[in-house]
């Protein structure tokens, strides 16, 4: 098997043991290692999305096997990580090729820039021994609805905060998925909802102020959250206990979203509601088909 890159190609090379499969531990032990090396090199990088989760879910390491996130064998395909645009030019780039050859003795390659890259402002790059790739962020998080990340990377020493691990989630608009929705009740689980706490905590104020500047994105979430809600019964490897958790503190959640008073462009634009489009598409039915469990587009009238 290989990965090909318009004229580039790159052969996956595993270990026989393996079974074609890059097992778990190594996206552990790998993204640990990328923000490590990182670090003594003065770059702050942080990981993001479902590795992120998982990372800061320890606790309930259990729970997240039993979830099953991806239906295969493989539980991860691919590492997201977070840095600051000062990085973005020849930082990355460079770190990624001094890396691959410290570890692998050849370097990770870049993919070339594309417009949609260019537009979410990120690089990928490929394993060097194809067995999975890298999505680098620079500072923000551009999908749905925009995630800034200006002054938050130090907020925790391997991954971004727990508050924006789940807006990652809760901002996905167009199609939210079967491991999107595990991810997010992996994250609710294994953390307390607080106000003002960003230390291993959801921080609520923080989410309600976001939401009150932007009605779009208030949508989007709340109505993601409400669909968790619905959802989580269904899934067999839950609990009660697990659910009852879950359920509680995203109402703690919505109850203090709600509370924040919110500006006349907020309540103009709420009047409009979802007869005027709210997110920025970056899907379609031609490239997700019915990979989602619901599609919140499907409102807009």
Excluded: C
């Excluded at 939210?176 to 909802?193: E, G, M, P, Y």
Aim: proline share 3%.
């Amino acid at each position: 098997m290989v990965w090909l890159m318009g004229k580039d190609e790159i052969e996956v090379e595993m270990p026989e043991e393996w079974g074609g499969i890059v097992p778990t531990e190594v996206f552990f032990q790998n993204a640990k290692q990328i923000v490590e090396e990182a670090q003594k090199r003065n770059i702050i990088i942080r990981v993001i999305g479902g590795m992120g989760i998982r990372m800061h879910s320890g606790e309930f390491d259990e729970l997240a096997q039993k979830l099953t996130r991806l239906k295969g064998e493989q539980e991860f395909t691919d590492l997201d990580f977070m840095t600051y645009s000062k990085y973005q030019k020849k930082t990355m780039p460079r770190f990624f090729e001094e890396f691959g050859n410290q570890v692998y003795g050849k370097p990770f390659i870049k993919r070339r820039t594309t417009i949609s890259s260019a537009t979410t402002k990120r690089h990928i790059f490929y394993h060097p021994k194809g067995w999975y790739f890298i999505d680098m962020f620079y500072e923000i998080l551009k999908f749905n609805h925009d995630i800034y990340f200006k002054d938050r990377l130090e907020i925790d020493p391997l991954t971004i905060s727990v508050t924006d691990l789940l807006l990652g989630k809760l901002q996905i608009t167009e199609v939210f998925s079967d491991k999107d929705l595990k991810d997010s009740i992996l994250l609710l689980r294994a953390h307390d909802v607080q106000e003002g706490v960003e230390e291993n905590a959801i921080n609520a104020k923080y989410i309600s102020e976001l939401m009150a500047k932007d009605w779009g994105f208030y949508y989007s979430v709340t109505q993601n959250l409400k669909g968790i809600k619905e959802f989580a019964p269904g899934i067999d490897a839950l609990s009660e206990a697990d659910i009852t958790d879950v359920t509680a503190k995203i109402d703690r959640l919505l109850e203090i979203m709600e509370a924040k008073p919110k500006g006349m462009r907020w309540r103009a634009r709420a009047k409009v509601g979802t007869k005027k489009q709210w997110y920025r598409p970056v899907e379609h039915d031609g490239t997700v088909g019915d990979m989602g469990i619901w599609k919140l587009k499907e409102t807009v009238k």
